[in-house]
């Protein structure tokens, strides 16, 4: 990759901004702070694309108002249109202008829950391009955490939607590094901020059914959002594939998805068996001379200190596991992984996210490892 031109740019702003427009299109990388997030501002105002970071992924933001601008994303991305966006906004006085109309139970959770990482499926008004929510009628809205998206959002003074900054089918980006490795060169910006803290996306929250569904297991827990809505359910929908210019009627969630270029095996079920059978195909996958590369918690590393493997360290908490899982893939891939053994965590707390995120990454196949047999028979 040719690097003079983005540090040409770089320490040229806004001269590098000028430069950015001539010829292929040239990514600034810019630390966030209040003048270059002004700047991604204007790119915004003006019909381009900015990356910039929420509490849980980087998101790669339009102005939703410009249909032009939204299709950008989907170009950059390689993203079907059949796949809807999520809208960011600053100010719950913005809700009415994108949500036709807006419960009593949504204001509760927004109260509770915004800014944060739990997204609303709500009746969409006619100001949202139909082509942000894929023809649907309804349309997905957040609030993020995160003081730079809110501070662009607030200077941009427009809703930004704003899906995952990645190539589509690749692992969500949690630093700006990521975001510049699937897209460098496709969009305008990128404001780094750091690495991202939730690190898997939003909980997804259809409230335009007679229950509450959670479309998406994400950063808020289900337990979080039953102390709020005792009824709330799940409807995690799987679908295969999708393609390009089909309308859905309920967009579900990719199977091929968080995809490194390696193959992924999750393996689940009481924790000795599964230690034991990662060992097992890792050996086995080493003879026949593939790469195979470790993803597990620290705690399940420990085992195989020693051997010849790729390692990815998970972390002890389902924080760290949840803020390091994108990060982890990325990195197998980039030394070469090419199988990855990993296993799931409990399904509770954050730990439901992570699953679905293994699943997708593994393209719907998790391997369940028997316990051992009991060691008496009646
Ligand atoms: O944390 C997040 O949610 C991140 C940050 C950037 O905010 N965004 C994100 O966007 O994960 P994305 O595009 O990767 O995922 C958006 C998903 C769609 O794939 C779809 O499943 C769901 O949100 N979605 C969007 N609009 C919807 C709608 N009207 N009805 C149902 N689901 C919708
Ligand atoms: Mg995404």
Partial sequence: MDRWPLCLAYSCWPFGALFAKVGAMQTQHLSANSDTIQHAAQIIQAGGLVAFPTETVYGLGANAYNPEAVAKIFTAKGRPASDPLIVHIHHLDQLPDIA???????????????????????????????????????????????????????????????????????????????????????????????????????????????????LRPGGLSVEQLQAVIPEVQLNLRYVDHKQEGEVVQAPGMLLKH?????????????????????????????????????????????????????????????????????????????????????????????????????LRAAEGKIIHVASPLPLFIQ
């Fill in 100 to 214: 036709a109309t807006i419960s009593a139970l949504a204001y509760t959770l927004a109260e509770h829950f915004w800014p944060g990482p739990l997204t609303l499926v709500l009746p969409k008004t006619a100001r949202i391009p139909a082509s942000v929510s894929a023809n649907l009628a309804t349309v997905a809205v957040r609030m993020p955490a995160h003081p730079v998206a809110l501070a662009l959002l607030q200077a941009a003074n427009l809703p930004i939607c704003a899906p995952s900054a990645n190539l589509f089918t690749r692992p969500s980006p949690t630093t700006a590094a990521h975001v510049l490795e699937d897209l460098e060169g496709r969009i305008d910006c990128v404001l780094d901020g750091g690495p991202t803290s939730i690190g898997l996306e939003s909980t997804i929250l259809d409230l335009t059914s007679p229950t509450p569904l959670i």
């Fill in 258 to 358: 968080y995809s490194p270029r390696a193959r992924v095996e999750v393996l689940a079920g009481p924790t000795e068996a599964v230690q034991a059978e990662i060992q097992r195909r890792a050996d086995l996958y080493h003879q026949e001379g593939q790469r195979v590369g470790l993803m597990l918690p620290h705690q399940d590393l420990q085992r195989f200190a020693e051997s010849p493997y790729l390692q990815a360290d998970l972390g002890q908490t389902e924080q760290e596991v949840a803020a390091r899982l994108f990060d982890a893939l990325r990195q197998l891939d980039q030394q070469g992984a090419e199988v990855i053994l990993t296993t799931t965590l409990p399904q509770e707390g954050l730990g439901m996210a992570i699953g679905d995120r293994l």
